[in-house]
């Protein structure tokens, strides 16, 4: 099984940035343990992060020739803006799994709507970076008795 992770803008800053809001653990600390729990179940984990909304585009538009079963992103300021990423799921109809580190229904009224949410598979917030691990348990889940 073949999993993308996909990290939007300012996510590189993790660990040193809004710790209150985002905790402590780095980028790199939530993707080593990601791929610890993607060899335990005998899966491939690719990992991408940028802050330009066309790469992250390009890296859904990839995802199927890279033969990808599912993706987990957490497209950060991307949630609330951009229809362009929302076009390239539909586009590729790769599953996918939406994660924020905080509760985005409890900040600002801003962040509350996101363009991704209803044709993603689950949403998972306010969980920290476990949600991504639980992110990855549910698609393996699901995807593995296909």
Not at 50 to 62: C, F, P
Not at 74 to 86: F, G, K, L
């Amino acid at each position: 099984m073949n999993i993308l992770l996909i990290n939007g803008p300012n996510l590189n800053l993790l660990g040193t940035r809004e710790k209150e809001l985002y905790g402590s653990k780095s980028l790199e600390d939530i993707q080593q343990d990601l791929l610890v729990l993607a060899n335990e179940h005998q899966c491939n984990l690719l990992t991408f992060q940028s802050n330009a909304e066309h790469e992250i585009i390009d890296s859904i538009h990839g995802a199927v020739e890279a033969k990808i079963d599912f993706v987990i992103i957490n497209p950060a300021a991307y949630t609330h803006t951009s229809i362009a990423i929302r076009d390239a799921f539909l586009g590729v109809k790769i599953p996918f799994y939406e994660v924020h580190l905080s509760d985005i229904q409890t900040r600002e009224k801003y962040r509350h709507f996101s363009y991704l949410s209803d044709i993603a598979e689950e949403v998972i917030t306010g969980l920290g970076a476990k949600g991504y691990e639980e992110a990855m348990l549910k698609g393996i889940l699901k995807y593995r008795s296909k």
